[in-house]
């Protein structure tokens, strides 16, 4: 299916990517004349304060800021907002085939977005970092965007912020813990997800019951979404 690779994307960006956070002083030879990089492609539009995806079904008053190393990156399908400090989202807007609009239409939205999230997302989750699980409490919100799925994940070792705890706060296997929220809007299905920082990055003091937890990331899920502007793309031309 052509949005395989793009579900490997939205896995592989809850991995930790090596990134360059301070500045070091320049090497012999590395020519300080040398032009920086430049920025990684951004398929969307960033325009002032808003991004919007490259079909043009969303845009999204950015979550982030340039101020805390916001940065953006993102594929013809998902976009991935993050910061140095405690923000990482990720948005896919994935175009129902054929085939899913039959499954759509035959199972109904709650069925089907079930059967969306854990047959085509949460296997490679679960190839990229074994061990992930679905916690045993999604729930479905039948008034939502007509209907949405909130899903909550534990990912051993897919923490973006594992490169800010400490060898002694790491005596134990970092699990992250994301909250995923996924409808379908425009023949699109949308997947949400961000995870819940604090889990990992204040792991002595954050003591919150499982139900808490979930409250603060569908909080933050649909604080998402009251960010997001939905357009209808225009009717395909017919010959």
């Known amino acids: 299916m052509k949005i395989r690779a793009s579900f490997v994307f939205l896995a592989v960006s809850l991995c930790l990517l090596p990134r360059l956070t301070a500045q070091t002083a320049p090497q012999p030879g590395s020519g300080l004349g040398t032009p920086p990089a430049p920025p990684p492609q951004v398929y969307g539009k960033i325009e002032g304060d808003y991004y919007t995806s490259p079909t043009g079904i969303y845009k999204i008053s950015i979550p982030i800021l340039p101020q805390l190393g916001g940065s953006i990156s993102d594929t013809p399908n998902v976009a991935t907002f993050e910061d140095d400090f405690s923000t990482h989202i990720s948005i896919g807007a994935f175009p129902l085939s054929r085939e899913l609009k039959w499954e759509y239409d035959t199972r109904g939205a709650k069925d089907f977005l079930v059967y969306f999230f854990t047959t085509l997302v949460m296997p490679d989750f679960v190839a990229r970092f074994p061990g992930a699980t679905m916690e045993d409490n999604a729930a ?100």
């Open 140 to 239: 479905f919100l039948p008034k939502y965007q007509d209907g949405s799925l909130l899903i909550f994940t534990l990912l051993p070792g897919g923490s973006f912020f594992a490169q800010r705890v400490t060898l002694g706060m790491a005596r134990e296997p970092l699990v992250a813990k994301r909250g995923n929220l996924c409808f379908v809007k425009y023949n699109c299905v949308f997947v949400i997800s961000t995870e819940l920082s604090e889990r990992v990055l204040e792991r002595s003091t954050f003591h919150k019951t499982i139900e808490e937890e979930n409250t603060i990331l569908r909080q933050r899920l649909l604080d998402i979404v009251g960010k997001m502007q939905f357009t209808q793309p225009p009717p395909e031309a017919k010959n």
